[in-house]
């Protein structure tokens, strides 16, 4: 699937934001990518799924999995298009695991799917739990790569999109200097 659609496809969905915003990190960006707003839209998450399912068909996955929770959504999606099991790791005591009796078999042959990476720490946790099964990591598909490629994993990626956002450190920001306000997403209830 080409990036401008699937862009487009964040934009329309109300998904590809921009202002002024705080990340996790505590970092401030020009644009946030808001990827709930694509993941409640069953006819667009299906769309962006069966893009993963055609790209990695070839690698013949036998479980599909990601991290709770927008993973969760694009492994299942996957899956059913790959005629496959979905799975899906979430976090015991601060730990990323697999829990209520999921499996992956040394013989498996898993595709890892996230839905924003920045840095990919969070995903490098999920291989780490995938390798100590013995199983065959196949590939990983990223919904968006905020980090523009930079982040690595050791496997073939596959990103949907691919973005390069700017970043500030909050005593340096020219939005801050600017006094555009500064958004919280996902904490206030507006994004």
Same mark, same amino acid.
């Given at each position: 699937?080409?990036?401008?659609i699937?862009l487009?496809?964040f934009r329309?969905?109300?998904?590809?934001?921009?202002?002024?915003?705080?990340l996790?990190?505590?970092?401030h960006?020009?644009?946030?990518?808001?990827?709930?707003r694509?993941?409640?839209r069953p006819?667009?998450?299906?769309r962006?799924?069966k893009?993963?399912?055609?790209?990695f068909a070839?690698?013949?996955?036998?479980?599909?999995?990601g991290?709770m929770t927008?993973?969760?959504i694009?492994?299942?999606?996957?899956?059913?298009? +790959?005629?496959?099991?979905?799975i899906? %790791?979430?976090?015991v @005591?601060?730990?990323?695991?697999? #829990?209520? /009796?999921?499996?992956?078999?040394p013989?498996?042959r898993v595709l890892i799917?996230?839905?924003?990476?920045t840095?990919?720490?969070?995903?490098m946790?999920?291989?780490?739990?995938?390798?100590?099964?013995?199983?065959?990591?196949?590939g990983?598909?990223?919904?968006?790569?905020?980090?523009g490629?930079?982040?690595q994993?050791?496997f073939?990626?596959?990103? +949907?999109m691919t973005?390069?956002?700017? %970043?500030?450190?909050p @005593?340096s920001c020219?939005?801050? #200097?600017? /006094?555009?306000p500064?958004?919280?997403p996902?904490?206030?209830?507006?994004t």
């Open positions: 699937m080409q990036q401008n699937v487009d496809l329309d969905a109300g998904a590809f934001l921009e202002g002024h915003f705080l996790t990190s505590g970092l960006s020009p644009h946030y990518i808001e990827k709930f694509v993941l409640e006819e667009i998450t299906a962006l799924c893009a993963f399912a055609d790209h070839p690698q013949e996955p036998t479980v599909v999995i991290p927008g993973g969760i694009l492994a299942f999606e996957t899956a059913r298009n +790959l005629g496959t099991k979905s899906f %790791t979430e976090r @005591d601060g730990k990323m695991m697999l #829990r209520r /009796g999921f499996e992956i078999k013989d498996d799917l996230e839905d924003v990476v840095t990919g720490g969070s995903l946790e999920v291989i780490e739990v995938v390798k100590d099964t013995g199983a065959t990591i196949v990983i598909g990223l919904l968006v790569d905020r980090s490629g930079k982040a994993f050791g073939p990626v596959y990103a +949907l973005l390069d956002v700017q %970043t500030f450190e @005593d020219p939005l801050c #200097r600017q /006094g555009i500064l958004i919280k996902g904490r206030t209830g507006k």
